[in-house]
């Protein structure tokens, strides 16, 4: 499965920039001919800085806020974030400066939309990149939603006017339809060829308004990103709403009250370039001890020791959305997983960790992530970086339980508990109600298959919220959607349905109440542990026959018959069974060759010991395999 993701997604530069959160860049404007209005102009910053400049250091104080523009560009996949950037960059090396423009780079999908909003909080405007043959798409609707939230100017660029069936006037239209931007402020551009990319930077310079600071207050600054380095510790990127900070300065982080000395400041450009301050209005890195990245969460607020400040508004912990077990496919690899799986949480606070076990699989993980791209992306980092081999479950979410039992109420400490393993799930005579998580989600459709994907939300308890033509034949369908629904084969059906042209976003919801069960599957009478589920009371007869009928194909039979059954309580929901039969490993050893007779009794004894013993059931572990990682196909 793979949802939303496109080439430039895998490049080493941008993987680490979308799963840590943002990357920066700082451009400087290179054509001196273009002002805004009375800005001063204070000396040119270079491009290329000599060694000598390096050591010297730069500095910032002849960057006034009226000249700096803080920006990012959205859009869609392979609307072409990058090669615009790579142009800007091009063409901003040329010559001297008197604007000073940072790019921020923000990850762009949806998992990451706090790291987004963050991002965005640090910029005053944005590119809406999109593509003149696609047109609009529903991740593009996503990025305006959040530009618009964090009270943005956007700035309609329309790209790859250079192809055959590029149509600029249709996403005009669009643009003017969906986003109320008149189209003759679209750009009309072609990053590949470079056509009309100063018009580009000429909009930044005059539609973007500058950042509104002061830096005579004290020091207040935005985290919007953190890296780790091995040798330096956590890279901080910033934004400064008020005040400078200069190395040597003690800072204490808002959320964790922990102060530390600043050991660097700098911009990027695009690498780390030191400076002697940093100002209000730029944007840049600061290097300060921490150890972690958890010390430097994104959205939490720098400010100077003893010089308390308001932090900035929207500081969020992150929420893990997405839950899945992971464990090594040979337990003797437990420890290499483990010391990976810590390596790459160094540089990614948002995924959480917490040990468990399984009878069938043994000793590993279950993990939490913000959504299924961010899952998927540590999985695939996990196999190429460190050559890992994993079993990772089917997700789940996280629901909850308000609480009616005075004693359970006592137990957890609070009404409203949040359930991730199976196991904890209260009964419901203890609980007033169950929620579960939601989110609204965006299709758009060539008309040709609306009808199509309306059966598939559907079929996914999903709601329709809104239906529009943003053209003569292209439909946005909203839809509030059980996040449990959408979690496991949802992008892959829409894209078959519509042949690869429906595009699919979604955003936070929050939580519904929902008529949720506890799921048993048995063998022969016993529970199997692992396979307890939480389904939606209208699921569970087909989400419970589908595990029989899986367990049915995958257990080997055994001298007796073995019933497979789903229950809810003491109520049996679904039934497979498999027939009783004997293996005789010896059937085709003819004659009396005694030690090859013991070989082949040996090895079937061997087997056995794979298998886990449920009742005077044999489950062999790939059948769990199978069963856990294609639970929810319905
Ligand atoms: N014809 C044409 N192709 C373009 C243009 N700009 C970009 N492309 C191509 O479109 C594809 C996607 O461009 P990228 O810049 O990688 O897009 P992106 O949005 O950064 O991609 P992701 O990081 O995957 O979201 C690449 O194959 C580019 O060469 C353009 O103006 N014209």
């Known amino acids: 499965m793979r949802i939303l993701v496109g080439r430039g997604w895998w490049r080493g530069r941008a993987i680490t920039a979308w799963v840590s959160g943002a990357a920066c860049r700082m451009l400087p404007w290179p054509l001196p001919a273009l002002s805004r209005g009375a800005a001063a102009h204070s000396g040119a910053l270079e491009r290329r800085y000599s060694s000598a400049e390096r050591k010297e250091k730069v500095d910032m104080s002849r960057f006034p806020f009226e000249n700096i523009s803080n920006f990012s560009i959205v859009a869609h996949v392979d609307h072409s974030k990058s090669t615009l950037a790579d142009r800007l960059l091009e063409l901003t090396g040329t010559i001297g400066s008197q604007y000073f423009l940072h790019l921020i780079d923000t990850p762009g999908h949806v998992d990451f939309s706090y790291e987004v909003s963050r991002s965005l909080s640090a910029c005053q405007g944005v590119l809406l990149v999109v593509d003149a043959n696609e047109g609009i798409q529903a991740q593009t609707v996503a990025n305006f939603f959040l530009t618009f939230e964090a009270q943005l100017s956007a700035i309609p660029v329309i790209n790859k006017i250079d192809l055959k069936n590029a149509d600029p006037k249709r996403v005009e239209k669009q ?70 900070v200069s190395k040597g300065d003690r800072v204490v982080s808002a959320h964790t009250q922990k102060t530390y000395e600043v050991n660097e400041v700098g911009v990027l450009n695009p690498n780390e370039l030191p400076t002697h301050k940093l100002y209000a209005g730029q944007v840049g890195y600061l290097i300060a001890g921490m150890k972690d990245v958890t010390e430097a969460q994104v959205g939490d607020t720098l400010y100077l020791h003893k010089q308390p400040v308001e932090p900035l508004p929207g500081f969020k912990s992150a929420k893990p959305m997405v839950f899945a077990g992971m464990y090594p496919v040979d337990q003797s690899e437990y420890n290499s997983l483990k010391s990976a799986i810590e390596k790459l949480t160094l540089n990614d606070s948002s995924v959480t960790v917490h040990r468990d ?23 695939q980092r996990l196999e190429q970086e460190y050559n890992a081999s994993v079993i ?13 039992s005075a004693k359970l109420i006592k137990e957890y400490r609070e009404k409203e508990i949040t359930i991730i393993n199976p196991a904890q799930f209260p009964d419901k005579s203890k609980v007033t109600e169950y929620l579960e998580p939601v989110v609204l989600g965006t299709v758009i ?15 996914r308890r999903a709601i329709q919220k809104n239906m529009v033509f943003i053209d003569q034949n292209r439909v946005m369908l909203k839809y509030l959607f059980p996040l449990n629904e959408i979690v496991v084969d949802f ?51 087909s989400v419970g026959k589908a595990i029989c009928e899986r367990l049915k194909d995958s257990l080997p039979r055994q ?3 073995i019933a497979i059954q789903a229950a809810i309580g003491s109520k049996i929901i679904a039934r497979e069974t498999v027939k009783a039969y004997r ?4 059937a085709k050893c003819y004659g009396g060759d005694i030690t090859r007779k013991m070989k082949l009794l040996k090895r079937q004894a061997e087997g056995k010991k794979k298998m886990r013993k449920i009742g005077n059931v044999e489950v062999p572990k790939d059948a769990f395999i199978k069963v856990l990682k294609t639970q929810s196909d319905k």
């Open 175 to 244: 643009i003017e339809k969906v986003f109320d931007i008149p189209s003759d402020e679209c750009i009309k551009i072609s990053a590949k060829l470079g056509t009309n990319i100063e018009s580009v930077l000429q909009a930044i310079i005059e539609r973007i308004p500058p950042p509104k600071v002061h830096r005579k207050n004290p020091l207040r600054a935005l985290v919007f990103d953190s890296t780790f380095d091995q040798y330096r510790g956590v890279i901080t990127n910033v934004a400064l709403f008020d005040g400078v």
């Open 357 to 379: 076990s399984s009878l069938a699989l043994g000793a590993g993980w279950r993990l939490g992530f913000l959504g299924l791209l961010h899952m998927e992306v540590f999985n």
């Open 392 to 404: 990772l479950t089917t997700p789940t979410v996280p629901y909850k339980a308000v609480l009616s």
């Open 445 to 459: 459709t060539p008309d040709e298959y609306t009808g199509k994907i309306m059966m598939l939300c559907q079929a």
């Open 491 to 541: 992008y892959d059906s829409l894209k078959s349905l519509s042949s690869g042209y429906a595009s699919f976003d979604y955003e936070d919801a929050g939580y519904q109440t929902a008529e949720l069960v506890k799921m048993d599957i048995l063998l022969n009478g016993n529970i199997v542990e692992e396979l307890v589920t939480i389904v939606h009371k209208d699921k569970a007869h």
């Open 559 to 561: 001298l007796f018959e």
């Open 583 to 586: 293996k005789n490993v010896l």
